[in-house]
């Protein structure tokens, strides 16, 4: 400052520059203010997101339940317990020739697994079965009241037959609800 300023001068432009000093400290006080209350807000929103990051992890926990259990539950079945067709009980749909054929009469339940059992039974002990290869019933051999039973015709087959077939023909026997 230059020193020749007279008092008054120097007066006014302290007065001046007390002024601005005033108006800057209530600037800074407005902006501290607002940063306290940015602050208090931030740390809500901190505790706010984390209460609901916490929630989320929880949900996806119970999702991922969820999931392992409608996994199991579409393995095992409606009932619990996985029921395939073939041990579902047919012996009210059956033709009665099959079951008198097997002797089932006396079985409280006849299943597709149960009767094909029997039928491989059948063929090993009237050993029906083509040599050397048990996939195959041959047809040469004595296997005419077998294919009645299952009203199978032994002129569309040449000197051999699937076994596996007699499943398809076991479900042609099966009476249609």
């Known amino acids: 400052m230059n020193s020749k300023l007279k008092i008054k001068e120097l007066k006014y432009l302290k007065k001046q ?7 800057l400290k209530k600037n800074l ?9 940015l602050q208090k807000n931030l740390d809500e929103m901190k505790v706010l997101w984390k209460t609901n990051l916490e929630k989320a992890q929880q949900l996806d926990i119970k999702i991922l339940e969820l999931n392992k259990k409608l996994k199991e539950k579409k393995f095992k079945g409606k009932r619990g317990f996985r ?8 012996k009210s749909k059956l033709d009665k020739n099959i079951i008198d054929f097997f002797n089932l009469g006396n079985e409280e339940k006849i299943t597709r697994i149960l009767v094909m059992k029997n039928l491989f039974n059948y063929i090993e002990n009237n050993n ?3 040599d050397g290869d048990k996939r195959y019933l041959d047809t040469t051999k004595n296997v005419a009241d077998l294919l009645n039973v299952y009203k199978i015709n032994n002129e569309d087959y040449d000197n051999k037959i699937r076994i596996q077939k007699f499943r398809y023909y076991l479900e042609q026997n099966i009476k249609k609800d």
């Open 17 to 23: 520059l007390i002024t601005e000093k005033n108006e």
């Open 29 to 37: 006080e407005t902006i501290r203010n607002e940063k306290k209350i």
């Open 83 to 90: 029921l395939s067709g073939l041990s579902i009980d047919i």
């Open 128 to 130: 029906l079965h083509i």
